[in-house]
T-cell receptor, first 112, second 111 residues
Framework: DAKTTQPNSMESNEEEPVHLPCNHS???????IHWYRQLPSQGPEYVIH???SNVNNRMASLAIAEDRKSSTLILHRATLRDAAVYYC?????????????FGAGTQVVVTP | NAGVMQNPRHLVRRRGQEARLRCSPM?????VYWYRQLPEEGLKFMVY????????ESGMPKERFSAEFPKEGPSILRIQQVVRGDSAAYFC?????????FGQGTRLTVV
């Protein structure tokens, strides 16, 4: 399975944007890029996913490099509620899309 | 539309007892996945089930652990003769044919 590399932690001020990088240099042509986050003492929460084009939803934006070897999750205005571990995961849309390989993720700290 | 429901949220068992963790998938979802998160560690896939079938159990410990997803009712993760090392958060996820959504987990403590 293709692996992803993320920084261990990032810090941001409240209401500032947060850019979370993810490297996936061995990504295959059919791998989607998923982002989940896990707030303290809660289950993982789906954030966003994409294949080639940049994606936006109410939670975040996903910017995918042209060569697809890296991507960036963008939280436009961080709030205290965004403090969580963010996971970048590669997956292929099959019946087992829920079989996800979680790494260590990036711990996001939001400072008031 | 209720999300993925797991119960109990917290479970305490003595060593040697059995633990039963339940997961009700989202309405319309027929795929269930179980994950374990040991203290200070990442989430690890355990097993993937569809109704009445185990599809992938590559992450399940070989002994004492079993899972089922009957035609009617929730999916059950069963741990027999629990040991202290089984203390962890167990998460269930469900999907239809695409994205998976997670429950809030069951925190198992073995004393």
């Amino acid at each position: 399975d293709a692996k992803t590399t993320q920084p261990n932690s990032m810090e941001s001020n409240e209401e500032e944007p947060v850019h979370l990088p993810c490297n996936h240099s061995t990504i295959s042509g059919t791998d989607y890029i998923h982002w989940y986050r896990q707030l303290p003492s809660q289950g993982p929460e789906y954030v966003i996913h994409g294949l080639t084009s940049n994606v936006n939803n109410r939670m975040a934006s996903l910017a995918i490099a042209e060569d697809r070897k890296s991507s960036t999750l963008i939280l436009h205005r961080a709030t205290l509620r965004d403090a969580a571990v963010y996971y970048c995961i590669l997956g292929v849309p099959t019946d087992s899309w829920g079989k996800l390989q979680f790494g260590a993720g990036t711990q996001v700290v939001v400072t008031p | 539309n209720a999300g993925v429901m797991q119960n109990p949220r917290h479970l305490v068992r003595r060593r040697g007892q059995e633990a039963r963790l339940r997961c009700s998938p989202m309405k319309g979802h027929s795929h269930v996945y179980w994950y374990r998160q040991l203290p200070e560690e990442g989430l690890k896939f355990m097993v993937y089930l569809q109704k009445e079938n185990i599809i992938d159990e590559s992450g399940m410990p070989k002994e004492r652990f079993s899972a089922e997803f009957p035609k009617e009712g929730p999916s059950i993760l069963r741990i027999q003769q629990v040991v202290r090392g089984d203390s962890a958060a167990y998460f269930c996820a469900s999907s239809a044919t695409g994205l998976a959504f997670f429950g809030q987990g069951t925190r198992l403590t073995v004393v």
